[in-house]
């Protein structure tokens, strides 16, 4: 009897470490991992960081070695795009036309940056940032004299800002709310940084819709904003969000709603297909609903639930979602969703650039945004996972540990 099969389409941060975590759970079955770029699985929050700033190349953002692959046996089909999903058959088909049977599949598709359907979209130098090739070519336009128009003040957005001023060059974010981080973090957080960017000369456009992009000889030297000005740049970096890959999964009949629906083993409503990472409307025990979630730690829990199902195994515990980011000498550290808050306590001082802004719900703790605050962002994921009650006052006193907060 021949062992089953995994395939595992999409071949990021999700679906390299379920191939990893397959092995490493002893599952000694044929693994296939198909992936469109033509790069080993690697890391991709650094795209915005320390590859912009020449820190990092795809080498030292491998997840695992070429020789791992071989000696692993993992079967790579780099620069493989696939086509169509048979249920009935169990096979993927490549646009190549060649059918790959499966026994169980995984479905690690990620998402892909939302663009603007406007005049000038297609002009050369408007990029996104989602892929190596996109770190790379949004590297060759930055350096000193030249101006990048960021469309977007969400985490990507500011996170490119500051390599694009360690670079030399100069930016401006472009943001249609009021406030950057609009959509992702408390007015305090946002507050704070576009402060601290401003500080550092990031310009900032807010309430500005962008109408077009204008250029010349098929690049682009400007933003155009509704309300008639245009602001000359180098290049514009999208980044306005993203939109899940579930389109595989949509034209063989799977649910999905916002993304591939799945369950705690993140498997979909056919039992021999999973679904993992960025394209997933997975389940969030602790806050008793489905939700999409795009960040590392995601991606790394739900290939180990994947990975637990199909080697056999019992899946790990549920984690609170977590998630990172780094902008110039600031490093955000963030657990949890705050779902249903009703409150907010700041614990330390926004103007030492070093503090934490905690979303209650009551006296639980649904979240917590910690800049420059390991302790805080600690204490405050294990309050999440454990649903204990807290002292606001105590919460709100820094001279009381979080330790003794937590206890």
């Keep these: ?3 089953p099969r995994v395939v595992i389409v999409g071949a990021g941060h999700a679906g390299g470490s379920a191939a990893a975590f397959l092995r490493q759970y002893g599952f000694d079955g044929p693994i296939y991992l198909v992936g469109e770029e033509p790069l080993l699985p690697y890391q991709r929050p650094p795209l915005s960081k320390a590859w912009l700033k020449g820190e990092a190349d795809a080498d030292s953002l491998a997840l695992k070695p070429d020789s791992w692959y071989a000696e692993a046996e993992v079967a790579l089909r780099l620069g493989g795009v696939v086509t169509e999903i048979n249920r ?11 059918a790959v049977p499966y026994d169980f599949l995984i479905l690690a598709t990620g998402a892909r940056a939302r663009m603007l359907p406007i005049e000038g979209a297609d002009l050369a ?3 996104a940032l989602r892929t190596a090739a996109d770190a790379e070519h949004l590297k060759r336009v930055l350096g000193p004299g030249k101006r990048l128009a960021i469309i977007g003040g969400g985490y990507v957005g500011l996170e490119a800002a500051a390599s694009a001023r360690a670079l030399g060059a100069e930016a401006v974010v472009i943001e249609r709310e009021r406030r950057v981080l609009a959509r992702v973090a408390c007015t305090e957080l946002s507050d704070f940084f576009q402060r601290y960017h401003g500080e550092r000369g990031v310009g900032f456009e807010l309430n500005a819709g962008v109408e077009a992009f204008v250029g010349e000889d098929g690049r682009v030297t400007g933003v155009k904003l509704a ?3 245009t602001l000359a740049c180098d290049a514009v970096l999208v980044g306005v969000g993203a939109h899940p890959n579930d389109e595989l999964a949509k034209d063989c ?3 999905c709603a916002g993304g591939v ?3 705690l083993e993140a498997r979909t409503s056919d039992p021999h297909i999973f679904a993992i990472g960025d394209v997933a409307h997975r389940p969030l025990p602790l806050y008793g609903r489905q939700f999409r979630l795009e960040s590392v730690p995601n991606a790394l829990e739900q290939a180990k639930q994947a990975a637990s199902a199909i080697a056999g195994r019992a899946g790990p515990t549920p984690e609170v979602p977590w998630f990172w980011s780094d902008q110039f000498d600031l490093k955000l550290q963030i657990a949890g969703l705050p779902f249903d808050a009703d409150r907010i306590v700041v614990r330390g001082d926004p103007d030492t650039a070093s503090f934490a802004v905690f979303h209650l719900k009551g006296d639980l703790v649904q979240a917590v945004e910690a800049v420059n605050a390991p302790p805080e962002f600690m204490a405050g994921k294990m309050l999440i996972s454990r649903r204990t009650p807290v002292s606001l006052e105590k919460l709100a006193d820094t001279a009381i540990s979080m330790k003794e907060v937590a206890a």
Excluded: F
């Excluded at 009935?88 to 060649?98: H, I």
């Design 261 to 263: 629906v799945v369950d």
């Design 227 to 229: 309300d008639g000005r």
């Design 88 to 98: 009935g058959a169990k096979t993927v088909t490549l646009a190549s036309g060649e």
């Design 125 to 127: 130098n408007v990029l």
């Design 253 to 255: 009949g799977l649910d």
């Design 1 to 3: 009897m021949s062992k």
